[in-house]
């Protein structure tokens, strides 16, 4: 299953749906096009909800880090929600648990942006 | 369990990261690893797939990737092999040291590493070959035979 993502407005963050798999390939350039476009048109608080991704490998890993450093740099914030065991797995093993503001609850993920 | 080896010979191309991917999985199924298991050992050949399409051979038409599974004794070996330069194991970055963690890139070895029991790399000036085992375990020794 390819990647699929969709976006929605909550309380002036957007919150971008992702399912299928982040991998190298079509997967990775789908999230690389839609931080970028939500970006340029000046959304920079941005969730990220990972309940659907049942897969993603080192290059997924790699296009969760570059939209979080992309946003950052821009002046915004990206944050990981309802993230899958295995994902929730990989991140903790390459110590990116640590790095990424990551919450389990959609709400107080909308309610944290400062 | 019954020794048995299968090889494929795979284009430099996404398709083949794919391909590699689904056969470790059906065949780490078959030999009964767990679930979490196969998915380690699948996501471990895609990442060597990566390596040997990607920066092994630069998705070049004419350089192949060869794969192999082998059940030996109590062992499941994969050998990924590519027609590139031979990687050089000096530039193998530490993903997790803290100037690294927000790199995009450079993570592969070490997830192999992390979820296989061994991985040997070999590069040569005709190219990388990956070895990768897990080990079976005596309980899960019956299950299927991988089969082509």
């Keep these: ?114 | 369990m019954t020794e048995q080896r299968v090889s494929y010979t795979l284009d430099s191309s996404l398709e083949t990261v794919d391909n590699a991917e689904e056969k470790a999985t059906r065949i780490a199924t078959e030999l009964g690893f767990t679930d979490d298991e196969v998915m380690q050992i699948s996501m471990a050949v895609r990442e060597a797939a990566v390596n040997a399409v990607l920066h092994g051979n630069g998705y070049a038409p004419d350089k192949k990737v060869i794969l192999a599974f082998e059940h030996k004794g109590s062992d499941l070996v994969i050998t990924i092999r590519d027609q590139g330069k031979g990687m050089d194991l000096s530039k193998i970055p530490n993903p997790l040291a803290p100037e690294n963690l927000l790199k995009t890139s450079g993570r592969g070895i070490f997830l192999m590493r992390s979820f296989m029991d061994v991985v040997e790399i070999r590069p040569s000036q005709t190219g990388t070959e990956l070895k990768l085992i897990k080990h079976v375990h005596e309980s899960r020794a019956g299950g299927k035979e991988a089969s082509q």
């Design chain 1, 1 to 114: 299953m390819s990647m699929k993502v969709g976006s929605r407005q909550v309380d002036g963050v957007t919150v971008v749906d992702c399912s299928g798999r982040i991998t190298l390939g079509e997967g990775s350039v789908i999230l690389r096009d839609t931080v970028r476009d939500l970006l340029s048109k000046g959304n920079k608080k941005i969730v990220l909800n990972l309940a659907e991704v049942n897969y993603i490998d080192s290059s997924g890993i790699g296009e969760l880090v570059s939209a979080f450093t992309t946003t950052k740099n821009q002046g915004g914030e990206l944050k990981l929600l309802h993230l899958t065991k295995k994902v929730n797995d990989l991140l903790q093993i390459t110590k990116l648990y640590t790095v990424f503001d990551v919450k389990d609850d959609e709400a107080a993920a909308v309610k944290a942006f400062k």
